[in-house]
């Protein structure tokens, strides 16, 4: 068999990225890209921890048919070779490292206990990508011998060995990038690519749980075209479906100039006629709730494709958490951010979705919180729902004190409500505020053409769009074969997922 270098995907997920399958993240192309480079004539083998858990299992799936299997569910091409090419690589980059709490139907991402187990297959030298480098860092015992070199936020062909404790420029990433059409061929899956746009954060008072400023404390934007080249490079590779994110603010791109927001999303759909796909994430509600934030919005529900969201962190509608965690997004600059989306985005497409709408990001757990601050929330997400708006998704998760953040200085604060009684609040959200609000976004009857289903467990068959954030739609008590292409009309409602029924197919 020829050299070869491998990546090793044990999947991403940050406020500002998204790295679990069928989504492309920057981490892996980076390594890629690095990897072809910096050894010219190596063959460079992507491979996901599920292939090494199929692997370890003796080639089968933890979960018997015909139930999808969440630790095996995303194997490549490569899984029956897995390690082997482990074993023979010359250089393998782990890429993996949640900057926060993640839970997926279809996904398990790779814990220190499986990367060692796959280390424990490789012969050649070991790197690791992504957010579990901080974490090695702050706690470097744990990880003691696994790896030659560590990065956080990039890999270049430069830099391979050395490691590397802040972003590679710019245009050291645009020099080592190539095609992708070897890489994308890797993965039996339709994949998604998220394209980064900028480092930092262009707000002049940071929030105290806020990791970007740890990888670039200063903003640094990419050019309009190194991003429409990307997309064209993964184009050319086979990939239809985007997303503008990796980024805090899509709105703020550029320092909110509309010009150069609408070349980017013009200059995409030009350079790939046929995408599919041309979502984006994260908009600081201080930017869409500004004037200007309309404009953009207009050109978002313009150039992007139906079922757009783009999802705001209010964090907390509490002015005391407000105030100690330096947030400075108010209650009421919020709802005109949710109205101005309203306003140019909620107009369906002629799959039946609104063009864009908001999302919206509670946390709970911060410092300043009391049950006063469940009591707020409940009284505002009330507020929305009595105007008559949409939100396409709302994210409630509790607070993680990443290393470096001012947050985490604070771990040995005093102990705050939600502690103990977030599942409630949770649940007092999802029955109050998400199932009424998918009731009004995807009213009984609905039908949503071009769905695919892709996860089967005891509820039934899971089926969905690709996108940001896509609507989940169970059918339920079947076991549809994945990958099954159908419409579905709307029959019910849940938090956070709807059902539906098949179509019956016209003779």
């Known amino acids: 068999m020829a050299k070869h270098s491998v990546v090793l995907d044990c999947y991403t997920v940050e406020p500002s990225g998204l790295g679990v399958p069928p989504y492309i993240s920057t981490y892996v192309r980076t390594a890629y890209s690095a990897l072809r480079q910096a050894r010219p004539g190596h063959e460079v083998k992507y491979l996901t921890i599920d292939d090494v858990r199929w692997s370890l299992n003796g080639g089968k799936p933890h979960q018997p048919a015909p139930h999808s299997d969440p630790l095996t569910y995303s194997t490549t091409r490569n899984r029956d070779q897995a390690l082997r090419l482990l074993r023979d690589a010359e250089e393998v980059v782990v890429i993996g490292g949640d900057k926060v709490p993640s839970v997926h139907l279809h996904a398990v991402n790779g814990g220190l206990a499986d990367i060692a187990r796959a280390m424990a297959c490789v012969r050649g030298r070991r790197y690791l990508l992504g957010p579990m480098t901080t974490f090695m860092l702050s706690e470097p015992a744990e990880y003691a011998g696994l790896f030659d070199a560590a990065h956080t936020h990039t890999i270049t062909s430069k830099n391979l ?249 604070q771990q040995h604060a005093e102990p705050v409500p939600s502690q103990q009684h977030f599942e409630t609040w949770k649940s007092d959200i999802d029955h109050g505020w998400d199932q009424p609000m998918k009731e009004r976004v995807y009213p009984t009857g609905l039908q949503v053409p071009g769905l695919h289903s892709y996860f089967v467990n005891g509820q039934g068959t899971w089926w969905r769009r690709l996108g940001s954030y896509s609507i989940q739609i169970i059918e339920r008590d079947t076991a549809t074969p994945v990958g099954t292409g159908a419409d579905l009309a709307v029959t019910g409602h849940a938090p956070r997922v709807i059902f539906g029924q098949r179509l019956a197919v016209a003779s």
């Not at 404009?295 to 209010?314: D, F, H, Q, S």
């Not at 709802?335 to 908001?358: T, W, Y």
Request: proline share 7%; hydrophobic share 40%; glycine share 10%.
């Open 161 to 409: 060995a050395l490691g590397s404790r802040a972003a590679a420029p710019y245009e050291q990433l645009r020099a080592d990038r190539t095609s992708f059409t070897e890489l994308v061929g890797q993965m039996p899956w339709t994949p998604i690519a998220e394209l980064e746009m900028y480092r930092g954060c262009t707000r002049r008072t940071f929030c105290n749980f806020c990791n970007e400023p740890g990888k670039s404390p200063i903003v640094a934007f990419r050019d309009v075209e190194d991003i429409v080249e990307e997309a064209v490079q993964l184009y050319a590779a086979g990939v239809r479906h985007f997303r503008l994110g990796q980024q805090t603010c899509f709105f703020s791109y550029q320092n909110r100039d509309v010009v150069k927001i609408r070349e980017l999303l013009g200059g995409i759909r030009q350079a790939c006629p046929d995408l599919e796909v041309l979502h984006i994430d994260n908009a600081d509600p201080l930017a869409v709730g500004a004037p200007i934030g309309k404009k953009i919005a207009r050109l978002v529900a313009e150039y992007g494709t139906e079922g757009n969201c783009a999802p705001m962190g209010i964090e907390t509608f509490d002015p005391v958490v407000v105030e100690r965690n330096s947030l400075t997004c108010t209650p009421e600059i919020l709802m005109r951010a949710v109205e101005h989306i309203n306003e140019v985005g909620a107009e369906r497409g002629p799959g039946g979705l609104p063009k864009l709408l908001p999302g919206l990001n509670l946390i709970y757990g911060m410092p300043g919180e009391t049950h006063g601050t469940h009591i707020a929330n409940l009284t505002w997400l009330t507020r929305i729902l009595e105007a008559g708006l949409m939100c396409h998704r709302t994210n409630v998760r509790q607070v993680r004190a990443f290393p470096g953040t001012p947050l985490a200085a």
